[in-house]
């Protein structure tokens, strides 16, 4: 089992590394031109991702209904989840790239962007929603190599997709000197050949192998054969993955937004977009454990096997927190140094000391926010978005209550006091609604 959870989690943390890496790139060649730029280029990615991370259903319903496919050796359902998936994610990102106008500023207001970051942060957004399309059905893509238990071809697929992102960005920043606007350009660019290379993967699979799911004659995608997910359910999948992605979207815009309202300077706004780039670069990684409780738990799910499907969660949590600790020790150990590299103390001064106060607020996140990211993969894998629905609801109102009650009278440490409950509530809801819920029903199968 430690084997079987290394071969997925090992490659899928590598491949998510590289993404906060993207980001933290950014945000280091804006350090350059000052804390202004800085903020700047975190805000337009919030901004951005807003609109952008809500869809990332697109990648988690396809894991774990292709991984339960899987499981029950169904080749159909494996080729139904990737087409409605990419159908699905072509519709939207053509949707995302007309309405860039109201999107735009529906997340300014949403995130309270000062009238001096406005033209810097629309700059950015107009050019990089033009990869909505490319960054959908590469979402897609991921899910569905996922769930057929391959790590292998994800993790070249990011990593192609982020180097040429930051040698991309590098030059037409530094060499170009297109500033804001050549981060955005390098993304684009990215994107896109990130999705004629998965569409390659495609085309190799189907080459390789006699038993691919796209080429052997598979059912009518619009008509389900009785073992596997019907449309209906299809949609009420991705619909509850979809709120929960907007719940957890809307908790870090209301960060953004009662950071920006907070009578601070641009120094403290500077350090929290440093801080949640190392916030992302804990998640992303603790999310390689997660990406592969979504195969290992839909794969044992869809198998039917209780036994393997707990030992599976159990031992990807140990795993999982154990990368945890890993991360709060390098955080709290690089200091200044590991800081220095997003705020240059000869053109940032001012950000880098603010950053280091906090600290140990990220130290601290470190270890309790990581359940929660684990649990995640879990309740995908076990396509109980319902579930994922509702505590997320439940979770973002005890966030909203905190920050009213008692965060918002102690600054910007009381936001960031606010946010690390919203962490640890999910995580406690999340592992209530288990123990409850779902290990009663794999008691049932083992006594049936």
């Keep these: ?79 139904q989840s990737l087409l409605r998936g990419a159908v699905l994610a072509l519709g939207i990102g053509l949707c995302l790239v007309l309405l860039q106008q109201p ?118 995608p619009r008509a389900a054969a009785p073992e596997e997910v019907s449309l209906g359910a299809f949609f009420r999948i991705n619909r509850d993955i979809f709120i929960r992605t907007v719940c957890l979207t809307l908790s870090f815009a209301f960060f953004y937004n009662r950071a920006n309202a907070l009578d601070v300077g641009t120094a403290t706004v500077a350090a929290n977009v440093i801080l949640l780039q190392l916030v992302n670069w804990l998640s992303y990684g603790v999310d390689g454990f997660a990406f592969a409780a979504e195969s290992l738990v839909g794969k044992y799910a869809g198998a039917g096997d209780p036994v393997r499907l707990r030992r599976a969660i159990w031992r990807i949590m140990a795993w999982g927190m154990g990368l945890a600790v890993v991360y709060a020790l390098t955080y709290w150990m690089g200091g200044r140094s590991l800081l220095q590299l997003f705020a240059p103390e000869a053109s940032a001064a001012a950000t880098l000391a603010v950053t280091l106060q906090y600290l140990p607020v990220l130290v601290l996140f470190c270890l309790l926010a990581t359940p929660c990211y684990l649990l995640d993969g879990v309740f995908v894998g076990l396509t109980a978005a319902r579930a994922m629905r509702q505590t997320m609801l439940l979770a973002l109102a005890g966030y909203l209550g905190a920050y009213y009650l008692v965060g918002q009278y102690f600054g910007n440490y009381g936001l960031w006091g606010s946010l690390l409950f919203f962490m640890v509530l999910r995580a406690g809801m999340q592992w209530a609604w288990w123990r409850l819920g779902w290990v009663s029903e794999l008691r049932s199968i083992e006594a049936g």
């Design 103 to 220: 999107l735009v500023r529906f997340t300014e207001w949403l995130l309270n962007i000062r009238n001096d970051q406005l033209a810097l942060v629309e700059e950015y957004f107009f050019i990089r929603i033009l990869a909505a399309p490319a960054a959908l059905l590469q979402m897609v893509l991921l899910g569905w190599f996922f769930g057929r238990q391959n790590a292998v071809w994800p993790l070249i697929l990011t990593l192609a997709v982020n180097v040429a992102n930051l040698g991309l960005s590098y030059y037409l920043v530094t060499q170009a000197e297109w500033g804001i606007a050549g981060v955005a350009w390098g993304t684009v660019a990215a994107q896109y050949f990130g999705l004629l290379l998965g569409i390659g993967f495609l085309v190799y699979g189907g080459l390789r192998s006699r038993n691919w799911p796209l080429t052997r004659k598979t059912a009518d």
């Design 1 to 79: 089992m430690n084997r079987e959870i290394l071969r997925l989690a090992i490659p899928n943390i590598l491949s998510n590394i590289s993404v906060p890496l993207i980001s933290s790139f950014d945000t280091a060649l804006m350090g350059n031109l000052g804390g202004t730029h800085i903020a700047a280029v975190g805000l337009g990615s919030m901004a951005f991702n807003f609109v952008y991370w809500n869809f990332g259903f697109l990648r988690m319903g396809t894991t774990g209904l292709t991984a339960q496919a899987f499981g029950r050796g169904s080749l159909n359902g494996q080729a």
